[in-house]
């Protein structure tokens, strides 16, 4: 096991205080740090320090795959660690996106091969050939849009908040409350020239603002706020309108969001931990700088009706231990938090699980002890270890009243 020096993402819609305070560095920082990237992604991999140097995670699995991915994981994944962990900290609103299935990015990553569109283009859509299934743990109070909402919970919606430009499109989702009729209007509206687009949204906005002007306790009020916010940094963006057919979820920290292919959603606010498959394959629906493609958005959007729950929890083991697996489908990884109170009855744990393979704990609160075979190692506060498959046996210790660590392995 060791501690992996982990590099700083710096985007436009990042916090300058939230990862600095988690290191325990200066804030605000310089510039925004959006995110703390912990794991073996060609993009930008974490470091190991060895012999008075440093070799980077993709190298030194590269290196020797048996020792540090298990012959599991090697059987079921081939020689490269399958999931990618991050501390995302947002302050301002990403981008509306999905992400393709397996199946889809074999297909448009060969595509764009074939094209001759460089891997580092702009407007490459496919940049490997995974699928990104992820989950977002909140750190603190975390607000996002994922997924469709019930057609007819959002003519409901639509008809609070907008006016009578609106009237229109509410009602070609009412004589259409299915999948097929949130495709035509995402269509539609993704699609609008510019100025029945602004006069969309100024009809929008301008019904939020009639709505919470009105109802001081109304249902909507929180869907109001939202799109008005998002008006105002994506100005006649039809991300914004796309935006209202979404499920809005507002998640307490220890809550967790899953999101399959085709899901279509944007962070909005807050501090995460995050795990996803080990891809960087985004296809961007507005709200964004960046290049939207929308022929190849719709062909990856999965326009089923959804609700934004947060993903079930459980014990890792019947008699209660101090470890909580969130539970997802995805075969790339399994998140588990682990909480421990120096001066309670989880003081310790262990994580050494016969042929976990590899794993990635970053604490998020407090502090820990590793030890590992007569080996003892301090991981701080903001801080992540990199424990390879030949490690079985670890065990953590609690460093503070509170300690909080995030595990993330590759599901059994």
């Not at 085709?262 to 080990?278: D, P, Q």
């Given at each position: 096991m060791q501690l992996l020096e982990c590099p700083i993402r710096n985007y436009a819609w990042g916090s300058r205080t939230s990862l600095a305070e988690l290191r325990g560095l200066p804030a605000p920082a310089d510039h925004p740090e959006a995110e703390l990237w912990m794991g073996a992604h060609p993009a930008d991999s974490a470091w190991l320090r060895e012999d008075g140097g440093r070799v980077s995670l993709v190298d030194a699995i590269a290196h020797d795959p048996a020792a540090t991915l298990g012959s599991r994981v090697r059987a079921e994944h081939g020689d490269q660690l399958p999931f990618l962990l991050k501390v995302l900290a947002a302050e301002e609103p990403l981008s509306l996106q999905a992400h393709p299935s397996r199946e889809q990015a074999r297909d448009g990553f060969a595509r764009e091969n074939r094209a001759g569109i460089p891997l580092d283009a702009p407007h490459r859509n496919y940049k490997d050939e995974n699928h990104k299934p992820e989950l977002l743990v909140a750190l603190t109070p975390f607000r996002a849009l994922a997924g469709f909402r019930d057609p007819a919970k959002t003519v409901d919606v639509l008809k609070h908040l907008s006016g009578p430009i609106m009237k229109h499109y509410c009602d070609m989702l009412a004589e259409q409350p299915d999948s097929g009729g949130l495709r035509a209007l995402f269509t539609t509206w993704i699609t609008l020239p510019h100025r029945p687009l602004r006069a969309l949204l100024d009809d929008l906005t301008d019904g939020c603002v009639r709505?919470?002007?009105?109802?001081?306790?109304?249902?909507?009020?929180?869907?109001?706020?939202?799109?008005?916010?998002?008006?105002?940094?994506?100005?006649?963006?039809?991300?914004?309108?796309?935006?209202?057919?979404?499920?809005?979820?507002?998640?307490?920290?220890?809550?967790?969001?899953?999101?399959?292919?085709?899901?279509?959603?944007?962070?909005?606010?807050?501090?995460?931990?995050?795990?996803?498959?080990?891809?960087?394959?985004?296809?961007?629906?507005?709200?964004?700088?960046?290049?939207?493609?929308?022929?190849?958005?719709?062909?990856?959007?999965?326009?089923?009706?959804?609700?934004?729950?947060?993903?079930?929890?459980?014990?890792?083991?019947?008699?209660?231990?101090?470890?909580?697996?969130?539970?997802?489908?995805?075969?790339?990884?399994?998140?588990?938090?682990?909480?421990?109170?120096?001066?309670?009855?989880?003081?310790?744990?262990?994580?050494?699980?016969?042929?976990?393979?590899?794993?990635?704990?970053?604490?998020?609160?407090?502090?820990?002890?590793?030890?590992?075979?007569?080996?003892?190692?301090?991981?701080?506060?903001?801080?992540?270890?990199?424990?390879?498959?030949?490690?079985?046996?670890?065990?953590?210790?609690?460093?503070?009243?509170?300690?909080?660590?995030?595990?993330?392995?590759?599901?059994?």
């Open positions: 709505y919470l002007r009105e109802d001081a306790h109304g249902p909507f009020r929180p869907v109001a706020k939202m799109l008005l916010e998002l008006a105002e940094y994506y100005p006649g963006d039809a991300g914004v309108l796309t935006a209202s057919l979404l499920n809005y979820a507002e998640l307490e920290p220890g809550e967790g969001l899953y999101l399959a292919a085709g899901s279509l959603h944007a962070y909005l606010h807050g501090m995460g931990v995050e795990v996803m498959a080990n891809s960087d394959n985004v296809l961007r629906g507005g709200m964004t700088p960046k290049h939207v493609d929308v022929a190849e958005l719709l062909r990856v959007l999965d326009f089923s009706p959804t609700d934004a729950l947060p993903v079930g929890v459980y014990n890792a083991s019947p008699g209660g231990t101090a470890e909580f697996i969130y539970d997802t489908p995805a075969p790339e990884f399994q998140l588990s938090r682990i909480e421990l109170d120096a001066t309670g009855l989880h003081h310790s744990v262990s994580i050494g699980v016969i042929d976990a393979g590899p794993q990635i704990l970053v604490c998020t609160h407090g502090g820990v002890t590793a030890r590992c075979e007569g080996e003892e190692i301090e991981v701080p506060q903001g801080a992540a270890l990199w424990v390879p498959a030949c490690d079985r046996e670890v065990i953590l210790h609690a460093g503070s009243a509170r300690s909080q660590v995030f595990r993330a392995v590759v599901r059994a």
